[in-house]
């Protein structure tokens, strides 16, 4: 999971993207364990995808690009008619309309205890949105102290525990905290995070994917505070 060489940047961790399900809205439906199971027709126009305004660079997207190619990508971003804001889709759950959600790790703990929402861990992995800080060369003292603390034992301990492990929390395959009793799937030993690697993130077309989904998401109607 480093860097790449030369990078003025420095990775402190990952925030899992994983799926939760309206229990309400599932209407008894097999419970989706995996990205592979949003591909299911049952799922078409009951999915989605928080924030896809951010389309360029967008980390769900590129692991369902990975995963399935191209003609699964298309697939699951056509199924998708509701997109919101993070905190709008995991607080006002009486508005919900969409059944199974993709939504970063931190923002759908707060319902982990509704027996209306059931989060779901895939099996393939949560989709890894790396978490990048960039320090001055010239730090002082007190920089320097509060770049240590950052990538300390302790700071990792606090973030893993926040559902966002933290620099010195990861290896490769990212691995995630296998302790979390409010979660379903994943190993029994280990959660692990999706993450391609810096040497096929350097050397992918970024411009040319994006400009795909841009394109497949244009061909859709996607209502939503930030559709």
């Keep these: 999971a480093d860097m790449p060489a030369g990078s003025p940047f420095s990775m402190m961790g ?17 419970l989706p364990m995996s990205w592979a199971d949003l591909l299911e027709p049952m799922w078409i126009g009951d999915i989605s995808i928080d924030n896809l305004r951010f389309i360029d660079n967008n980390m769900v997207c590129l692991l369902l690009y990975l ?7 298309r697939k699951i971003l056509g199924s998708v ?4 804001s993070n905190v709008v889709s995991n607080l006002n759950l009486d508005g919900n309309t969409a059944a199974v959600h993709v939504t970063l790790l931190p923002f759908v703990r707060s319902l982990a205890d509704n027996p209306r929402v059931t989060i779901v861990w895939p099996s393939e992995g949560a989709a890894a949105g790396v978490q990048l800080a960039l320090f001055r060369r010239d730090l002082d003292e007190v920089g320097n102290a509060v770049r240590s603390f950052l990538f300390s034992e302790r700071w990792s301990a606090i973030m893993t525990k926040n559902g966002t492990p933290a620099a010195m929390a990861t290896k490769t395959p990212l691995i995630a905290p296998a302790d979390e009793p409010r979660i379903v799937g ?8 999706f993450w391609p690697g ?3 993130l350097d050397a992918f077309d970024f411009e040319g ?6 394109e497949i998401l244009a061909g859709y109607e996607i209502r939503g505070v930030t559709a």
């Excluded at 995963?67 to 990508?73: A, K, N, P, R, S």
């Design 186 to 193: 994943g190993s029994s030993s280990e959660r692990k995070l």
């Design 198 to 200: 810096w040497d096929v």
């Design 81 to 84: 008619r509701y997109s919101v």
């Design 67 to 73: 995963l399935f190619g191209e003609e699964g990508l």
């Design 14 to 30: 990952a925030v899992p993207s994983v799926l939760w399900v309206d229990e309400k809205l599932r209407c008894g439906r097999p």
């Design 209 to 214: 994917f994006n400009q795909l989904v841009r």
